[in-house]
């Protein structure tokens, strides 16, 4: 029952804000952004509109699966958490990320924009919340209490005054390994156009997509917000991070 569904992800939502409020009141950076080998940054700024992105060898993404498989999350996983440690450079303040679920069953596999559902995924206050969610807690909620209620309509969440101006957009490994574009299981998960109760669009987002023929990830900042100064140094930084636990 979709009316219970709503209930029960309302409880869990609580009293998270409908939008992350953050204040740039400097310009963006050069451009000239630091690389390191296994990543290479880029960037472009046009009055209040700004899109980065930084390549992920397939080395490190190599590296990458391997901590996950370690630590037992998924890769989906790890990138919501990398984007929830990113924004805390911004905002101490409590935000849900938004991410597409694909509900397709699989006789529509092809079709694009049909049976994609928005999902939030809260984040309380750090001030407030002592103890910071490890990786693996936050890939057991993900799991546990957040996608059972995956299908309930974003548009009743909305209505019950929720939403989010951050978005992720993980579009990784659903294409199948063979070159042959036939083989395709699936086509990208659209990023929706999330407009708050005011009706602005302003908002930041995170694409993690495959760039097929070399086994690399591209990640993709893109943001009608401003720039966010140093996210691609902060990115890299976090991803170094977890790479050092391993052995």
Known sequence: DQRALVEKYVEL?????????????????????????????????????????????CATRMSLEKYCRKEKISLFSLALGVMHKAMRAYSHEAFAIGTAYDARPSCFRDSVGMFVNTVLVPFGNCEENSKEETLKELHDRWTNSILPLATAPFDMISAAGYGCNVFLAFNVGIFSSERDDSSRRMKSLPKPRLRDQNGSDSS???????????????????????????IEERFQYIISQFLRTLP
Do not use: K
């Not at 451009?31 to 992920?56: E, F, P």
């Not at 930041?204 to 100064?229: A, C, L, Q, R």
């Open 13 to 57: 939502l609580g009293d998270t804000p409908p939008r992350l409020e953050v204040d740039f009141a400097s310009p963006p950076p050069s451009s000239s952004a630091s690389t390191s080998t296994s990543a290479s940054t880029s960037s472009a700024y046009q009055r209040t509109t700004s899109r980065s992105g930084i390549s992920l060898d």
């Open 204 to 230: 930041f987002s995170m694409e993690w997509e495959d760039f097929v023929g070399d086994g690399s990830i591209n990640v993709t900042f893109e943001s009608t917000m401003g720039h966010f100064p140093g």
